[in-house]
């Protein structure tokens, strides 16, 4: 069974302050995707990810892929009350699984 | 094409009763997928169809449930005889074929069950 574990499940923090979670694949996918889900609403992609050591930027968004493309980052700087949602990895191949998310909460 | 479309977006029902869900994709996609979603969990697949063929269904998909795409465009999928425990999030996404780094699907903004 192909398993991805987010870190941590909860955080909340002050606004402006920087961030990172995490996700760690027990395999390797064909990309790792990142979505940002808000309450009553679907998942939006906000990254894919392919090559091992990969960074992709999203204005205050970082995204790191491990070298061994099984774990990944993502790091926020000068988070704002926007910021707010659940964050969720997914490994991709010819289906998506999604792991249980971080659910980020940006304090004003 | 304003993107995906679910209805209803929220249903109460009672356990025993049956329901059904619709999922209208983004025109041009030819593939759509099922997933479900508990409160704290990330979305869980249920099952997907290229066009109008069910490709795959996961073994979360108990025999009370099923799926049909019967013209390749919208979906339904009906729970029978429903339990307090498909109460949930049932989330449809919808993408081109692809694999891989090629994937990428866009969810509608799911149908929310309750199962009283």
């Known amino acids: 069974t192909q398993l991805l574990e987010q870190s941590p499940q909860f955080l909340s923090i002050q606004e402006g302050e920087n961030l990172t979670v995490y996700c760690n694949s027990s395999?390797?996918?064909?990309?790792l995707q990142w979505y940002r889900q808000e309450p009553g609403e679907g998942p939006v992609l906000l990254v894919t990810?392919?090559?091992?050591?990969e960074v992709k930027k999203l204005k205050r968004l970082t995204f790191q892929f491990g070298d061994a493309r099984k774990d990944s980052s993502l790091h926020i700087t000068a988070a704002q009350p926007g910021d707010t949602g659940l964050y969720l990895c997914a490994g991709v191949d010819d289906k998506i699984i999604f792991g249980k998310g971080t659910r980020l909460h940006i304090l004003p | 094409d304003t993107g995906v479309s679910q209805d209803p977006r929220h249903k109460i029902t009672k356990r025993g009763q049956n329901v059904t869900f619709r999922c209208d994709p983004i025109?041009?996609?030819?593939?759509l997928y099922w997933y479900r979603q508990t409160l704290g969990q990330g979305p869980e697949f249920l099952t997907y169809?290229?066009?109008?063929?069910?490709?795959?269904k996961s073994r979360l998909l108990s025999d009370r449930f099923s799926a049909e795409r019967p013209k390749g465009s919208f979906s339904t999928l009906e729970i029978q005889r429903t339990e307090q425990g498909d109460s949930a999030m049932y989330l449809c996404?919808?993408?081109?074929?692809?694999?891989?780094?090629?994937?990428?699907?866009?969810f509608g903004p799911g149908t929310r069950l309750l199962v009283l």
């Open positions: 996404a919808s993408s081109l074929s692809g694999t891989g780094s090629s994937l990428t699907q866009y």
């Open positions: 025109s041009e996609h030819n593939r």
């Open positions: 990810v392919v090559t091992g050591g």
């Open positions: 395999s390797v996918f064909s990309s």
């Open positions: 169809f290229q066009n109008e063929a069910q490709l795959e």
